[in-house]
């Protein structure tokens, strides 16, 4: 069975079922970064957030940001999802060709890392492709990956590790006379320190004695908080007391900052993209329509080409970067 055959029926399954969806989003992992597929290279990975998406769900008025900054005609826009192709603007302007207005699944991040679905929102698709919608902490984000379609974006970032052991409690010395209740209060640590590690281990038996080293611990932080030059000076621990050290995923799903615009705003910014594509993708061997005006060229754009030359340089450019190899991981 085909990787969008299979795609397409678990998204229709999960639009059968709307509740249990928000059970497996929220309660199954720990983190939300521990539901999205292919980030952690060390963890086996649990689902897509844009495949559980559930189109059942209620468009929502807001989402995130104040209700004041949402009109009838306001759009998410995940243009960020392109900004690392500025290099590339040929792949930059293919990708949003022909792009529109589409639904896509609103989720929800608290301070503590569960995550769940609570509706839709109307976002500006990338040609098409629909990126998940995220509320992080009050941030409005993009997860730029829809396997359905078979398009993500990659990007180095830090994300959390493999499970270890936990770190040795530190204890500070004490004054003279007081040996007799240190010695008792170091194997009362010991003690549970073991008790404790024996728990994680058995509650997850991949957990290794991991070097924290001069590793800074983040607190209520996650470990994607943190630029790549600050990754492995740091480690986490989960809600749930399991310990991580931080590291550098050279290849994971692209998130970056939303932004909002009117239904007007975007279409004019796709339609300045397709004007540049259509001008620079053109070459003499295609049965386009030119007009040669002062010894320029340029092709005439009523009617737009068809997107057929552009989704496959897209889809080119997802089997150069092995997209479904890593969809599939």
């Not at 940001?65 to 590339?88: F, P």
């Not at 839709?120 to 492709?129: P, Y």
């Not at 993708?281 to 386009?288: E, G, K, Q, R």
């Given at each position: 069975?085909?990787?969008?055959?299979?795609?397409?029926?678990?998204?229709a399954?999960?639009?059968?079922?709307?509740?249990?969806?928000?059970?497996?989003?929220?309660?199954?992992?720990?983190?939300f970064?521990?539901?999205?597929?292919?980030?952690?290279?060390?963890?086996?990975k649990?689902?897509?957030?844009?495949?559980?998406?559930?189109?059942?769900?209620?468009?929502?008025?807001?989402?995130?940001?104040?209700?004041?900054?949402?009109?009838?005609?306001?759009?998410?826009?995940?243009?960020?999802?392109?900004?690392?192709?500025?290099?590339?603007?040929?792949?930059?302007?293919?990708?949003?060709?022909?792009?529109?207005?589409?639904?896509?699944?609103?989720?929800?991040?608290?301070?503590?890392?569960?995550?769940?679905?609570?509706?839709?929102?109307?976002?500006?698709?990338?040609?098409?492709?629909?990126?998940?919608?995220?509320?992080?902490?009050?941030?409005?984000?993009?997860?730029?990956?829809?396997?359905?379609?078979?398009?993500?974006?990659?990007e180095?970032?830090?994300?959390?590790?493999?499970?270890?052991?936990?770190?040795?409690?530190?204890?500070?010395?004490v004054?003279?006379?007081?040996?007799?209740?240190?010695?008792?209060?170091?194997?009362?640590?010991?003690?549970?320190?073991?008790?404790?590690?024996?728990?994680?281990?058995?509650?997850?038996?991949?957990a290794?004695?991991?070097?924290?080293g001069?590793?800074v611990?983040?607190?209520?932080?996650?470990?994607?908080?943190?630029?790549?030059?600050?990754?492995?000076?740091?480690?986490?621990?989960?809600?749930?007391?399991?310990?991580?050290?931080?590291?550098?995923?050279?290849?994971?799903?692209?998130?970056?900052?939303?932004?909002?615009?009117?239904?007007?705003?975007?279409?004019?910014?796709?339609?300045?993209?397709?004007?540049?594509?259509?001008?620079?993708?053109?070459?003499?061997?295609?049965?386009?329509?030119?007009?040669?005006?002062?010894?320029?060229?340029?092709?005439?754009?009523?009617?737009?080409p068809?997107?057929?030359?552009?989704?496959?340089?897209?889809?080119?450019?997802?089997?150069?970067?092995?997209?479904?190899?890593?969809?599939?991981?």
């Amino acid at each position: 069975m085909s990787r969008l055959l299979l795609a397409g029926l678990v998204l229709a399954a999960a639009e059968d079922n709307a509740t249990e969806v928000r059970e497996d989003i929220s309660s199954t992992r720990s983190t939300f970064w521990d539901t999205l597929e292919g980030i952690f290279g060390s963890t086996k990975k649990f689902v897509h957030v844009s495949v559980r998406r559930s189109h059942k769900m209620g468009l929502l008025d807001s989402f995130c940001l104040d209700e004041d900054l949402w009109g009838d005609d306001t759009v998410v826009s995940c243009d960020c999802c392109t900004d690392h192709l500025i290099g590339d603007p040929l792949s930059q302007s293919a990708l949003v060709y022909n792009s529109g207005k589409e639904q896509a699944p609103a989720f929800e991040r608290k301070a503590d890392g569960s995550t769940h679905q609570v509706g839709m929102v109307n976002v500006w698709s990338l040609g098409g492709r629909i990126p998940a919608v995220l509320c992080d902490r009050g941030r409005l984000t993009c997860h730029c990956e829809d396997p359905v379609r078979g398009w993500a974006e990659f990007e180095p970032a830090c994300r959390r590790g493999k499970p270890c052991e936990p770190p040795e409690t530190v204890v500070e010395g004490v004054s003279n006379g007081y040996e007799e209740q240190a010695a008792k209060l170091q194997a009362a640590l010991a003690k549970a320190n073991a008790s404790k590690a024996d728990a994680l281990l058995e509650a997850d038996s991949a957990a290794v004695r991991c070097a924290f080293g001069d590793r800074v611990p983040l607190g209520s932080a996650f470990c994607e908080d943190f630029s790549v030059e600050q990754c492995e000076r740091t480690y986490s621990r989960t809600k749930r007391g399991v310990h991580h050290v931080c590291e550098v995923d050279q290849k994971t799903f692209r998130h970056c900052g939303a932004t909002l615009l009117t239904e007007a705003e975007a279409q004019q910014r796709t339609a300045e993209a397709m004007s540049w594509a259509v001008q620079n993708f053109y070459t003499p061997s295609l049965d386009w329509k030119v007009r040669t005006v002062n010894f320029t060229t340029r092709v005439v754009e009523e009617p737009l080409p068809a997107a057929d030359l552009f989704q496959a340089h897209v889809h080119n450019r997802m089997e150069d970067q092995g997209t479904m190899e890593k969809l599939e991981e």
